[in-house]
């Protein structure tokens, strides 16, 4: 895999010999979403590039157990530190699964020669701080197709499809989310799970935040996960959401660990156009998460898999969630092993 592509002409490179601060380029792939803001990554930094490594302490066994959405974690974190280099003004290389006895080394990406950003890449390199996942209601303003063409060319750029639900398939991925969802919570070590990742605890660095959660829907078309909540109704806000919410699922042409890092590249570009164009996004991960309602979702024409499913539109600011520091999610140079 290669530099990241954009429609925009690039200017004039500029030269710059010692090349780009990686260390910044890591800190903003920290930046990119996660399960449960499980933050599943870990990050090598070489003299000609950086190695992505998948971290397996932090995959949730009960929700991920064939770490798939570890890999998608990882694969949005990945393409953040590709534009986040390509935003410094540098191409790069990216080998996926360069390495068969470890498993856990995800990607390298190795950095080749200067050359100034496109402004379309500068765009998505300024979202990246601003893109938050977003559980509050949003307006009853329906999305430009223009709007929605773009998200789905940013997911075929990187290898993906972004299909916009019609008014039957929105009411039944939206009912097949809540089976999901209630499937899901009757499940004891699934509350258990969810609770761990909800804990307050100061100065914690990961996991949601109770300001990140947002309300129940009231009308309960929109399956806002309960994050713990044994009784989602208590101890929650309550709000009414839009009606026909905007829902897309992202598909890739296969199910294997190279096509679940490249469904969390394709996630992160779409998440991060969106958060360019004034949007907001709601990643939907619960009927991925039941393997007989994913299933469901499969395209029996094409053979495509779903690997998630986000609800669009224009809404409120959301609030940020923490991240871990550097020195937690930097490995060390290998010369320092030695």
């Given at each position: 895999m290669n530099d990241i592509g954009t429609h925009a002409t690039p200017r004039r490179a500029r030269r710059n010999s010692t090349?780009?601060?990686?260390?910044?380029?890591?800190?903003?792939?920290?930046?990119?979403?996660?399960?449960?803001?499980?933050?599943?990554?870990?990050?090598?930094?070489?003299?000609?590039?950086?190695?992505?490594?998948?971290?397996?302490?932090?995959?949730?066994?009960?929700?991920?157990?064939?770490?798939?959405?570890?890999?998608?974690?990882?694969?949005?974190?990945?393409f953040t530190l590709r534009l986040a280099i390509r935003g410094a003004g540098y191409l790069s290389h990216t080998t996926l699964l360069p390495?068969?006895?470890?498993?856990?080394?995800?990607?390298?990406?190795?950095?080749?020669?200067?050359?100034?950003?496109?402004?379309?890449?500068?765009?998505?390199v300024a979202a990246i701080p601003h893109r938050h996942t977003n559980r509050w209601p949003f307006a009853r303003s329906v999305v430009p197709?223009?709007?929605?063409?773009?998200?789905?060319?940013?997911?075929?750029?990187?290898?993906?499809?972004?299909?916009?639900?019609?008014?039957?398939?929105?009411?039944?991925?939206?009912?097949?989310?809540?089976?999901?969802?209630?499937?899901?919570?009757?499940?004891?070590?699934?509350?258990?799970?969810?609770?761990?990742?909800?804990?307050?605890?100061?100065?914690?660095r990961d996991g949601v935040p109770s300001t990140a959660i947002g309300p129940w829907d009231a009308m309960e078309i929109v399956p806002i996960r309960d994050f713990g909540l044994l009784q989602p109704h208590r101890g929650r806000a309550v709000a009414q959401f839009e009606p026909y919410p905007t829902i897309m699922v992202l598909a890739t042409d296969g199910d294997t660990r190279p096509h679940w890092v490249n469904a969390g590249q394709a996630l992160q570009r779409v998440l991060l156009t969106a958060t360019w164009l004034n949007l907001a996004t709601t990643p939907i991960s619960q009927p991925v998460e039941m393997p007989a309602i994913r299933r469901m979702l499969t395209d029996s024409r094409t053979g495509s898999r779903a690997q998630m499913v986000l609800r669009v539109g224009y809404g409120r600011p959301a609030a940020a969630t923490p991240r871990r520091s550097l020195t937690e999610v930097l490995l060390p140079a290998d010369d320092e092993e030695s």
């Open positions: 090349g780009p601060d990686l260390t910044a380029c890591v800190r903003a792939a920290t930046a990119a979403p996660s399960l449960h803001n499980s933050q599943p990554w870990r990050f090598r930094i070489g003299p000609r590039g950086v190695d992505v490594h998948a971290d397996p302490r932090r995959q949730l066994d009960v929700l991920d157990p064939a770490g798939r959405e570890l890999l998608i974690s990882v694969g949005a974190a990945l390495d068969p006895t470890d498993p856990d080394l995800v990607a390298r990406v190795t950095v080749r020669r200067a050359m100034a950003p496109t402004p379309a890449a500068e765009a998505l197709a223009d709007v929605v063409e773009r998200l789905v060319d940013a997911a075929r750029r990187e290898g993906a499809t972004l299909t916009v639900a019609g008014a039957v398939s929105r009411n039944a991925i939206l009912s097949l989310s809540q089976e999901a969802d209630r499937a899901l919570r009757a499940k004891g070590r699934y509350r258990a799970e969810l609770a761990r990742w909800t804990s307050p605890h100061r100065g914690r």
